[in-house]
């Protein structure tokens, strides 16, 4: 789960203005101007509307935000994207960022809002979420030269959202006059200054239940607390994301000149195939698992980096690489055919790389397992090849204890293999240890999982 912090932008696709996941960069007013004429009054409300600077005239009552959104106007900020999943209870942040435009004589004033989730992004069939308007810091003595942020935070309890928008419904309130009629108060967009209005959400879990998809040189993505339930996609030159805590129980796959990536406490389980084909790469990154395959076939590579879990096989075909680094474990193959390596390297379970079968490479090709490592079954190099276990690695083809005894045959592909017959019982205690080890890795991927199920039965009602 993640927050969510929304911006306000210049655009207007429905009757709102839009917030968007992405910082508009350099402060600025909104454009077109929106806000207010407050002139020399210091008293009343006034509703916001969307790319307007509405009258002093309108500052007519107290009830503003009045708890209806105004479906014409447009008298609210609304959610990049309609939303499937579940806000936690924590505090939400509304930064109402102003300037004055045309004259600053003295004005005094501050923000009220609401927040609302509906299906319809123009606002109608909307249900208020907070109990009340809520009520933003004082900004004093406005300045044509500098912002100040009338800002809220609150905590409307924990909610849920089924392809729902969330909107925000503000209005201004005058208690300080200005001396002259054309006093005004303006938002600014833009956060290069951390002085642009937006929206700061409680963590947020989402619920993708179909396939999040993206065709041509598109992104398809899942950002932050997010689960998907079936396919993240992305075809041709494109990048299929899952990013931050995310989870994907089925396939996140892209092909083509594309990416297939699940980055940072990611876990991709049950069938789980991230594959790609062509000029691509398929990447598992940081505290990631991946259930099923983790391929890329062409010039391509199939990555798995810091403390990942590939299930089954991790290959690469062609000009290729296939690699497991930092604490990785392959429970599978990690196979590499061609001019190709196979690698797996650093620290896995209890400071091991670990390969259950065979670590191989065939023609011009090196197959290696580096660091504290383990090669289960097999480790081996065909052709003009190189099969190497380095530092503390136990398994098919150990290296030198310099304590004990050692012998040398002839290897495949006409290498050479160190053998220490005397650390034959060091090298099972040791191999056993680290099985035990990704047991408990297993078990703990099933008891994430049951998780996720049941997470996904509420989310269902059931």
Same mark, same amino acid.
């Given at each position: 789960?993640?927050?969510?912090?929304?911006y306000?932008?210049?655009?207007?696709?429905?009757?709102?203005s839009?917030?968007s996941?992405?910082?508009?960069?350099?402060?600025?007013t909104?454009?077109?101007t929106?806000g207010?004429v407050v002139?020399?009054?210091?008293?009343?409300?006034?509703a916001y509307?969307n790319d307007?600077?509405?009258?002093a005239?309108?500052?007519?009552?107290?009830?503003?935000p009045?708890?209806?959104?105004?479906t014409?106007?447009?008298?609210f900020?609304?959610?990049?994207?309609?939303?499937t999943?579940?806000?936690?209870?924590?505090?939400?942040?509304?930064?109402?960022?102003?300037?004055?435009?045309s004259?600053?004589?003295?004005q005094?004033?501050?923000?009220?809002?609401?927040l609302?989730?509906?299906p319809n992004?123009?606002?109608?069939s909307?249900?208020?979420i907070?109990a009340?308007a809520?009520?933003?810091s004082?900004?004093?003595?406005?300045?044509?030269t500098?912002? +100040?942020?009338?800002?809220?935070?609150?905590?409307?309890?924990?909610?849920?959202?089924?392809?729902?928008y969330?909107?925000?419904?503000?209005?201004w309130?005058?208690?300080g006059?200005?001396?002259?009629?054309t006093?005004?108060?303006?938002?600014?967009i833009?956060?290069?200054?951390?002085?642009?209005?937006?929206?700061?959400?409680?963590?947020f879990?989402?619920?993708?239940?179909?396939?999040?998809?993206?065709?041509?040189?598109?992104?398809?993505?899942?950002?932050?607390?997010?689960?998907a339930t079936?396919?993240?996609?992305a075809?041709?030159?494109?990048?299929?994301?899952?990013?931050?805590?995310?989870?994907?129980?089925?396939?996140?796959?892209?092909?083509?000149?594309?990416?297939?990536?699940?980055?940072?406490g990611a876990?991709?389980?049950a069938?789980?195939?991230?594959?790609?084909?062509?000029?691509?790469?398929?990447?598992?990154v940081?505290?990631?698992s991946?259930?099923?395959?983790?391929?890329?076939?062409?010039?391509?590579?199939?990555?798995a980096?810091g403390?990942?879990?590939?299930?089954s096989?991790?290959?690469a075909?062609?000009?290729?690489?296939?690699?497991?680094?930092?604490?990785?474990?392959?429970?599978?193959?990690?196979s590499?055919?061609?001019?190709?390596?196979?690698?797996?390297?650093?620290?896995?379970?209890?400071?091991?790389?670990?390969?259950?079968?065979?670590?191989?490479?065939?023609?011009?090709?090196?197959?290696?397992?580096e660091?504290?490592?383990?090669?289960?079954?097999?480790?081996?190099?065909?052709?003009?090849?190189t099969?190497?276990?380095e530092a503390?690695?136990?398994g098919?083809a150990?290296?030198?204890?310099?304590?004990?005894?050692?012998?040398?045959?002839?290897?495949p592909?006409?290498?050479?293999?160190?053998?220490?017959?005397?650390?034959?019982?060091?090298?099972?205690?040791?191999?056993?240890?680290?099985?035990?080890?990704?047991?408990?890795?297993?078990?703990?991927q099933?008891?994430? +999982?049951?998780?996720?199920?049941?997470?996904?039965?509420r989310?269902?009602?059931?």
């Amino acid at each position: 789960m993640a927050a969510l912090t929304w911006y306000l932008t210049n655009n207007s696709a429905s009757v709102g203005s839009d917030l968007s996941l992405t910082d508009p960069g350099t402060e600025a007013t909104r454009s077109p101007t929106t806000g207010w004429v407050v002139g020399t009054g210091s008293t009343n409300r006034s509703a916001y509307f969307n790319d307007t600077e509405r009258a002093a005239s309108t500052f007519d009552a107290t009830t503003y935000p009045d708890g209806s959104l105004d479906t014409t106007n447009g008298d609210f900020w609304v959610s990049p994207t309609a939303l499937t999943g579940d806000f936690a209870s924590g505090n939400w942040t509304v930064n109402a960022c102003v300037r004055a435009t045309s004259s600053a004589t003295g004005q005094d004033g501050r923000m009220y809002c609401r927040l609302f989730r509906g299906p319809n992004q123009d606002g109608s069939s909307a249900t208020e979420i907070t109990a009340a308007a809520q009520t933003g810091s004082n900004t004093t003595d406005l300045l044509t030269t500098v912002t +100040q942020n009338s800002s809220v935070t609150f905590n409307p309890g924990a909610f849920s959202v089924s392809a729902e928008y969330i909107f925000v419904q503000l209005a201004w309130e005058r208690f300080g006059a200005a001396s002259m009629t054309t006093a005004d108060v303006n938002f600014r967009i833009g956060n290069a200054s951390s002085l642009g209005s937006s929206v700061v959400t409680a963590d947020f879990s989402a619920t993708i239940t179909t396939a999040l998809s993206a065709a041509g040189a598109s992104t398809a993505t899942s950002q932050g607390g997010a689960v998907a339930t079936a396919n993240l996609s992305a075809t041709a030159a494109s990048t299929a994301t899952a990013s931050g805590a995310a989870l994907a129980e089925a396939t996140l796959s892209a092909p083509g000149a594309s990416t297939a990536t699940a980055e940072g406490g990611a876990i991709v389980f049950a069938t789980f195939d991230l594959d790609e084909a062509g000029l691509s790469t398929a990447t598992a990154v940081g505290a990631s698992s991946a259930g099923g395959e983790l391929s890329a076939a062409g010039a391509a590579a199939a990555t798995a980096k810091g403390a990942a879990t590939i299930a089954s096989a991790l290959e690469a075909t062609g000009t290729s690489t296939a690699t497991a680094e930092g604490a990785a474990t392959a429970t599978g193959d990690l196979s590499a055919t061609g001019a190709s390596t196979a690698v797996a390297e650093g620290a896995e379970v209890g400071g091991t790389a670990y390969a259950s079968t065979d670590l191989s490479a065939a023609g011009s090709s090196t197959a290696t397992a580096e660091g504290a490592a383990t090669a289960g079954a097999e480790l081996g190099a065909t052709g003009a090849s190189t099969a190497t276990l380095e530092a503390e690695a136990v398994g098919g083809a150990p290296a030198v204890d310099e304590d004990e005894p050692t012998s040398v045959s002839e290897g495949p592909g006409g290498g050479m293999w160190t053998r220490n017959p005397w650390a034959d019982q060091k090298r099972k205690k040791r191999r056993q240890d680290e099985l035990d080890e990704l047991d408990m890795l297993v078990i703990a991927q099933a008891a994430v +999982q049951q998780l996720a199920a049941d997470h996904m039965r509420r989310a269902g009602g059931g």
